[in-house]
Protein backbone atom coordinates (compact mmCIF):
# COMPACT_ATOMS: atom_id res chain seq x y z
CA UNK A 1 0.00 0.00 0.00
CA UNK A 2 0.91 3.50 -1.20
CA UNK A 3 1.57 6.06 1.79
CA UNK A 4 -1.53 8.12 0.20
CA UNK A 5 -3.77 5.26 0.43
CA UNK A 6 -7.01 5.98 2.95
CA UNK A 7 -7.05 4.17 6.07
CA UNK A 8 -10.12 3.42 7.97
CA UNK A 9 -9.64 4.71 10.35
CA UNK A 10 -8.65 7.63 8.73
CA UNK A 11 -11.94 7.32 6.55
CA UNK A 12 -14.01 6.88 9.54
CA UNK A 13 -12.67 10.22 11.19
CA UNK A 14 -13.30 12.06 8.16
CA UNK A 15 -17.13 10.75 7.86
CA UNK A 16 -17.60 11.54 10.86
CA UNK A 17 -16.11 15.26 10.25
CA UNK A 18 -19.06 15.32 7.21
CA UNK A 19 -21.82 14.32 9.45
CA UNK A 20 -20.60 17.04 12.06
CA UNK A 21 -20.64 19.86 8.80
CA UNK A 22 -23.96 18.10 7.05
CA UNK A 23 -25.70 18.44 10.87
CA UNK A 24 -24.09 22.23 11.54
CA UNK A 25 -25.82 23.52 8.06
CA UNK A 26 -28.86 21.25 9.00
CA UNK A 27 -29.15 23.52 12.48
CA UNK A 28 -28.65 26.61 10.45
CA UNK A 29 -31.05 25.79 7.94
CA UNK A 30 -33.70 25.02 10.61
CA UNK A 31 -32.77 28.38 11.95
CA UNK A 32 -32.81 30.28 8.90
CA UNK A 33 -36.46 28.60 8.22
CA UNK A 34 -37.80 30.00 11.57
CA UNK A 35 -36.56 33.00 11.12
CA UNK A 36 -38.22 33.55 7.68
CA UNK A 37 -41.52 31.58 9.09
CA UNK A 38 -42.06 34.61 12.11
CA UNK A 39 -40.77 37.16 10.24
CA UNK A 40 -43.60 36.03 7.18
CA UNK A 41 -45.76 35.92 10.29
CA UNK A 42 -45.81 39.01 11.19
CA UNK A 43 -45.92 40.68 7.57
CA UNK A 44 -49.16 38.77 6.91
CA UNK A 45 -50.15 40.11 10.51
CA UNK A 46 -49.40 43.47 9.27
CA UNK A 47 -50.93 43.11 6.42
CA UNK A 48 -54.63 42.27 7.51
CA UNK A 49 -56.99 44.43 6.92
CA UNK A 50 -55.24 46.98 5.06
CA UNK A 51 -56.69 47.23 1.58
CA UNK A 52 -57.11 43.43 1.25
CA UNK A 53 -61.15 43.06 0.99
CA UNK A 54 -60.48 39.03 1.27
CA UNK A 55 -63.36 36.94 3.65
CA UNK A 56 -61.66 37.99 6.78
CA UNK A 57 -60.23 41.48 5.92
CA UNK A 58 -62.48 43.57 7.20
CA UNK A 59 -63.23 41.57 10.74
CA UNK A 60 -59.72 41.13 11.24
CA UNK A 61 -58.46 44.04 14.03
CA UNK A 62 -54.94 45.88 13.42
CA UNK A 63 -52.46 44.72 15.54
CA UNK A 64 -52.26 47.75 18.03
CA UNK A 65 -48.79 49.67 18.85
CA UNK A 66 -48.04 51.10 21.90
CA UNK A 67 -48.90 54.82 21.79
CA UNK A 68 -46.08 57.54 22.42
CA UNK A 69 -48.41 59.00 25.82
CA UNK A 70 -46.94 62.53 24.61
CA UNK A 71 -48.96 62.44 21.22
CA UNK A 72 -52.25 61.52 23.01
CA UNK A 73 -54.57 63.81 24.07
CA UNK A 74 -57.70 64.57 26.11
CA UNK A 75 -59.62 61.33 27.73
CA UNK A 76 -57.25 58.53 26.28
CA UNK A 77 -54.08 60.63 27.46
CA UNK A 78 -55.33 60.54 30.85
CA UNK A 79 -56.65 57.44 30.56
CA UNK A 80 -52.91 55.82 29.80
CA UNK A 81 -51.33 58.41 32.08
CA UNK A 82 -54.07 57.03 35.32
CA UNK A 83 -52.42 53.46 34.62
CA UNK A 84 -48.88 54.71 34.44
CA UNK A 85 -49.50 56.15 37.85
CA UNK A 86 -51.23 53.44 39.20
CA UNK A 87 -47.63 51.51 38.22
CA UNK A 88 -45.61 53.82 39.61
CA UNK A 89 -46.97 54.56 42.73
CA UNK A 90 -47.49 50.53 43.36
CA UNK A 91 -44.33 48.84 41.86
CA UNK A 92 -41.86 51.55 41.05
CA UNK A 93 -41.65 53.72 44.07
CA UNK A 94 -42.06 51.29 46.54
CA UNK A 95 -39.54 48.66 45.04
CA UNK A 96 -36.95 50.89 43.11
CA UNK A 97 -36.50 55.11 44.23
CA UNK A 98 -35.07 54.67 47.94
CA UNK A 99 -33.44 57.19 49.40
CA UNK A 100 -34.23 60.55 47.45
CA UNK A 101 -30.98 63.05 47.24
CA UNK A 102 -29.68 65.81 44.98
CA UNK A 103 -27.22 63.13 43.37
CA UNK A 104 -30.48 60.83 43.18
CA UNK A 105 -33.53 63.17 42.16
CA UNK A 106 -37.12 62.47 42.51
CA UNK A 107 -40.36 64.44 42.07
CA UNK A 108 -43.48 63.78 43.95
CA UNK A 109 -45.13 65.33 40.86
CA UNK A 110 -43.81 63.75 38.22
CA UNK A 111 -46.86 63.69 35.97
CA UNK A 112 -46.02 67.31 35.54
CA UNK A 113 -42.81 66.71 33.80
CA UNK A 114 -43.21 65.61 30.00
CA UNK A 115 -39.73 64.03 29.67
CA UNK A 116 -40.55 61.73 32.92
CA UNK A 117 -43.91 60.83 31.91
CA UNK A 118 -42.44 59.08 28.23
CA UNK A 119 -39.41 58.17 29.64
CA UNK A 120 -41.66 56.41 32.73
CA UNK A 121 -44.32 55.21 29.78
CA UNK A 122 -41.65 53.56 27.82
CA UNK A 123 -39.93 51.78 30.88
CA UNK A 124 -44.04 50.74 32.13
CA UNK A 125 -44.28 49.12 28.32
CA UNK A 126 -41.68 47.73 28.16
CA UNK A 127 -42.31 46.22 31.84
CA UNK A 128 -45.56 44.59 30.63
CA UNK A 129 -44.38 42.82 27.74
CA UNK A 130 -41.14 41.86 29.44
CA UNK A 131 -43.11 40.50 32.66
CA UNK A 132 -45.84 38.33 30.84
CA UNK A 133 -44.57 34.96 30.48
CA UNK A 134 -46.43 35.08 26.96
CA UNK A 135 -44.07 36.51 25.09
CA UNK A 136 -41.06 37.41 27.54
CA UNK A 137 -39.08 34.12 28.22
CA UNK A 138 -37.19 33.20 31.05
CA UNK A 139 -34.90 36.43 30.41
CA UNK A 140 -37.68 38.67 30.31
CA UNK A 141 -37.27 40.57 33.84
CA UNK A 142 -33.61 40.74 33.37
CA UNK A 143 -33.53 41.92 30.22
CA UNK A 144 -36.55 44.70 31.51
CA UNK A 145 -33.97 45.51 34.09
CA UNK A 146 -30.84 45.90 32.13
CA UNK A 147 -31.87 47.71 29.31
CA UNK A 148 -34.87 49.58 30.77
CA UNK A 149 -34.92 50.35 34.15
CA UNK A 150 -31.73 51.30 34.99
CA UNK A 151 -31.12 53.46 31.59
CA UNK A 152 -34.56 55.28 32.79
CA UNK A 153 -33.93 55.63 36.07
CA UNK A 154 -30.15 56.87 35.20
CA UNK A 155 -32.13 60.05 33.12
CA UNK A 156 -34.55 61.17 35.05
CA UNK A 157 -32.96 60.77 38.52
CA UNK A 158 -29.55 62.79 37.41
CA UNK A 159 -28.40 65.67 39.26
CA UNK A 160 -29.22 67.34 36.26
CA UNK A 161 -32.49 65.46 35.15
CA UNK A 162 -35.88 66.80 34.70
CA UNK A 163 -36.51 67.01 38.09
CA UNK A 164 -32.90 68.86 38.90
CA UNK A 165 -35.92 72.13 40.10
CA UNK A 166 -37.55 70.09 42.49
CA UNK A 167 -36.91 69.90 46.20
CA UNK A 168 -36.13 66.66 47.89
CA UNK A 169 -37.44 67.96 51.37
CA UNK A 170 -41.25 67.47 50.90
CA UNK A 171 -41.46 69.80 53.71
CA UNK A 172 -40.05 72.30 51.33
CA UNK A 173 -41.42 71.64 48.27
CA UNK A 174 -39.85 73.98 45.37
CA UNK A 175 -41.44 72.95 42.26
CA UNK A 176 -39.93 73.93 39.04
CA UNK A 177 -41.07 73.22 35.40
CA UNK A 178 -40.38 74.96 32.42
CA UNK A 179 -43.20 76.18 30.25
CA UNK A 180 -44.46 74.95 27.71
CA UNK A 181 -44.53 76.86 24.21
CA UNK A 182 -47.41 77.15 22.44
CA UNK A 183 -48.46 74.30 19.82
CA UNK A 184 -47.68 75.14 16.50
CA UNK A 185 -48.55 72.93 13.95
CA UNK A 186 -45.54 71.66 11.73
CA UNK A 187 -45.31 72.30 8.06
CA UNK A 188 -47.05 68.99 6.20
CA UNK A 189 -47.00 67.48 9.71
CA UNK A 190 -48.99 66.59 12.89
CA UNK A 191 -49.86 68.68 15.71
CA UNK A 192 -47.34 68.11 18.42
CA UNK A 193 -49.68 68.08 21.90
CA UNK A 194 -49.23 69.72 24.95
CA UNK A 195 -49.27 67.81 27.87
CA UNK A 196 -51.84 68.24 30.93
CA UNK A 197 -50.82 67.87 34.15
CA UNK A 198 -53.10 65.50 35.96
CA UNK A 199 -54.07 66.34 39.40
CA UNK A 200 -52.52 64.37 42.43
Not at 49 to 60: H, I, S, V, W
Not at 85 to 106: D, F, I, M, N, R
Not at 109 to 121: D, G, M, N, Y
Request: glycine residues 8%.
Amino acid sequence: MSDDTPTLDGLAEDLEDLKAVVNGFASQLEHNTNTVDQVAAKVATLGDGQGDDGENGKDKERPKTPPFILLLTGDVYAAELAALAGWVQHLLVPTYLGEVSSSATWCARWWEHPTAVARLHAAWLAWQELTDPETCGRTGPSVWHRDHLDPMLTQLRAADGPFAGCMTNPDRPQHTVLPVPPVEPLPGGPVVAQVAPATA
